[in-house]
């Protein structure tokens, strides 16, 4: 019963992709994901690729580019608006643990530490995975870490999932868009440690 007001949000989002506007709601979508919005884009995407082939790479550009702004966004808020003073969350801070999906208090200061140690990977990882992208964005502004180093990890995570989704989708049709419908967590985590794992077999050998 808890997930019926979900299941709503899920189909409404759905019901754009048959719209005229529908590359504007990508983008919007995309955009609002990385900063607040519970539902991914991929979820819209997935049916664009199948009813616009030919435009499979333009929507990529489109969902990209509103998830890296969205990105920017998010960052924003934690960089300027998270804190009512030193390690004091501000009223909109606690207005994001209470009622954004995913972004609990106790998993914002866990990840204190090791955005410290390993700011460029956790951006890099949740961007490509499932992980509520939106936690990262504002924790990387609330934390600091590196404006630069945050817009490239989110350019390159963000851009090769929805290549990778829109991809699959463009090359094998329906059959895949089952397949990812069921395994995209798993598919997207693998793929998060393969890809993690090679750049860092690179850097050893370098």
């Known amino acids: 019963m808890k997930l019926k007001p979900f299941r709503k949000l899920y189909d409404w989002v759905l019901s754009?992709?048959?719209k005229p506007s529908a590359q504007y709601a990508l983008f919007i979508l995309a955009f609002a994901e990385s900063s607040f919005f519970p539902?991914?884009?991929d979820i819209l995407l997935i049916p664009l690729v199948l009813g616009y082939q030919s435009k499979w790479?333009?929507?990529?550009?489109?969902?990209?580019?509103?998830?890296?702004?969205?990105?920017?966004?998010?960052?924003?808020?934690g960089h300027y608006l998270w804190w009512d003073a030193p390690q004091v969350p501000?009223?909109?801070a606690q207005f994001f643990f209470k009622n954004i999906p995913g972004f609990s208090e106790s998993l914002f200061w866990k990840m204190q530490k090791q955005y410290w140690d390993y700011g460029f990977w956790i951006v890099f990882t949740a961007g490509f995975t499932?992980?509520?992208y939106k936690?990262?964005?504002?924790?990387?502004?609330?934390?600091?870490?590196?404006?630069?180093?945050?817009m490239i990890a989110s350019?390159?995570?963000?851009?090769?999932?929805?290549?990778?989704?829109a991809f699959l989708i463009y090359k094998f049709g329906e059959p895949i868009k089952k397949f990812i419908d069921k395994w995209f967590n798993w598919l997207a985590l693998l793929f998060a440690v393969l890809l993690i794992a090679g750049f860092l077999l690179i850097k050893g050998i370098i």
């Open 16 to 18: 754009w992709a048959e």
């Open 39 to 41: 539902v991914p884009p």
């Open 57 to 77: 790479f333009r929507l990529v550009l489109v969902v990209s580019a509103g998830s890296i702004l969205g990105g920017a966004f998010g960052y924003f808020i």
């Open 90 to 92: 501000s009223s909109l």
């Open 130 to 132: 499932p992980i509520p």
């Open 135 to 150: 936690v990262f964005t504002i924790s990387s502004g609330a934390f600091n870490l590196n404006l630069v180093t945050f």
């Open 155 to 165: 350019a390159v995570s963000r851009g090769a999932r929805f290549f990778l989704v």
